[in-house]
């Protein structure tokens, strides 16, 4: 997520050196042609820059040729910076001869950091994913994993330190700007862009991205999202038929989180990619937390996977969900559930889950979640779960939700277990709300509200 700031600032650094500067972000590689020239282009570069020939040759000898020439030539030994190493292969998911050759192509290239090891200063690689602990760098044996070492957290983002060192006359005027005192909009942009953490028992480090755009244009807005969210991270949570109530309290550990994809677990690429983040350690059994880390990543990205598991589009999703929000905060529960019904309506065939019960469970999640309400899903009780609570300043929802069963089963059980005991003296209205699910039918066959 924030390796490019990283790479941009080590670059500076290294300024009486010879900086060798790969950015493979910015290609679309849906053949094997595009990820060729794109190297090729950038060894073009760096071979007239170095008055060196070698274009008729194999890329990792070029490399090679470009390395060795930029030391005799400086007379210093030379820094390697490679932004998005894995972006190629990230494209190729789900496309196994094309994922390959890209494989086979980066590992002869970045061979060629091994064998002219002698000639390297200083080496930073940064991607998404750990492909280089199992393909792409096998052949490596001097690399240094730092993805979760302790002495290098703070290397992307900003701290809350920094943020106050250098950015308190921005805060100010941000404050002024939306109306609010200094303290709350601090809280603000803790809220909405702090959160990261790379490894545990760290403070939280902010978005550079988002931080900078919001002080800039003094206005707070999901500034990360707009730069595109990779559609290969839903297609993977589609794939694996992942239940997306689990994300915000999914439990993993190391090996796990340093682990590439697969079908039946994309949680490693969710986390890698920045969506997830570390919220808690458990040393005994060796267990990490993960969470979204803030507002603005868990909004966006449920905004994100709407359209791909309902027949909603994304440029009508705000307005929809604004509409479920009125309709909760005014008691309606009916107008709730019958926006909830045109979620399913029209879906297709390539969004509904082969598990159809677990679609319309993540469904449900997303619409409930993106209400911004207090929301509790599965609220334990001491007879039983409640499916989802919804609590807002006048009113408390419970709704039990069956698949292939019956509204009135539904409501039975609210009734004859004593789901709303606990809320009888809140004073706020409690509203008993009993549906099923249809997997024949695809959507709520039926409702009661009580």
């Known amino acids: 997520m924030f390796e490019g700031l990283a790479v941009a600032e080590l670059e500076k650094d290294w300024v009486e050196y010879p900086v060798l500067h790969l950015d ?5 590689y849906d053949t094997p042609e595009v990820l060729y020239n794109k190297i090729s282009e950038v060894l073009r570069f760096w071979e007239e820059k170095y008055s060196c020939c070698g274009s008729n040759l194999s890329l990792p000898m070029r490399f090679e040729r470009v390395i060795r ?102 805060i100010n005027g941000l404050a002024r700007a939306n109306g609010k005192t200094f303290k709350q909009a601090c809280e603000q942009l803790r809220l909405d862009y702090d959160g990261y953490h790379f490894t545990y028992d760290t403070p939280g480090m902010n978005n550079p991205f988002s931080i900078l755009n919001t002080l800039s244009k003094q206005r707070y807005g999901s500034y990360w ?29 190391a090996d796990t989180l340093g682990s590439i994809f697969n079908d039946d677990n994309p949680i490693p690429v969710i986390y890698q990619s920045g969506y997830l983040t570390i919220q808690d350690y458990d040393s005994e059994f060796g267990l990490y937390k993960l969470g979204f880390p803030n507002r603005e990543v868990e909004n966006g990205f449920l905004k994100f996977l709407l359209p791909f598991y309902t027949a ?90 069956k698949y292939d069963g019956s509204a009135e089963e539904a409501i039975k059980q609210i009734d ?31 409702w009661i509200v009580c």
């Open 24 to 28: 493979l972000n910015t290609e679309k």
């Open 69 to 170: 020439r930029a030391k005799e030539k400086t007379g210093r030994n030379v820094v390697i910076l490679v932004d998005e190493y894995d972006k190629p292969m990230l494209q190729a998911i789900g496309d196994e001869a094309l994922l390959q050759e890209y494989r086979s192509t980066l590992k002869g290239f970045y061979g060629a950091l091994k064998s002219m090891d002698s000639c390297i200063k200083f080496a930073l690689l940064t991607g998404v994913t750990k492909f280089g602990k199992v393909s792409v760098f096998s052949d490596l044996n001097n690399l240094n994993d730092i993805s979760m070492d302790h002495r290098y957290y703070d290397l992307c983002g900003i701290s809350e330190a920094d943020l106050h060192q250098y950015f308190d006359d921005e």
């Open 225 to 253: 999202f707009e730069t595109g969210t990779p559609t290969f991270l839903v297609e993977l949570l589609q794939k694996a038929d992942f239940n997306l109530e689990q994300m915000s309290s999914m439990e993993a550990d």
């Open 312 to 401: 909603k589009r994304n440029t009508s999703s705000a307005f929809e969900i604004s509409k479920f929000v009125a309709d909760i905060k005014s008691g309606n529960a009916d107008g709730f559930m019958q926006r909830l019904q045109s979620f399913f309506a029209g879906a297709k065939s390539d969004q509904i889950a082969k598990d159809t019960e677990n679609w319309f469970q993540n469904v449900v999640f997303i619409v409930t979640s993106l209400c911004g309400l207090y929301i509790e899903a599965e609220h334990q009780t001491s007879n039983g779960r409640i499916d989802l609570l919804l609590k807002t300043d006048k009113y408390i929802y419970i709704m039990e939700l």
């Open 416 to 446: 004859d277990k004593g789901y709303a005991l606990p809320w009888q003296a809140d004073g706020r209205t409690v509203i008993k709300v009993g549906a099923n699910f249809s997997s024949s039918l695809r959507r709520i066959e039926k």
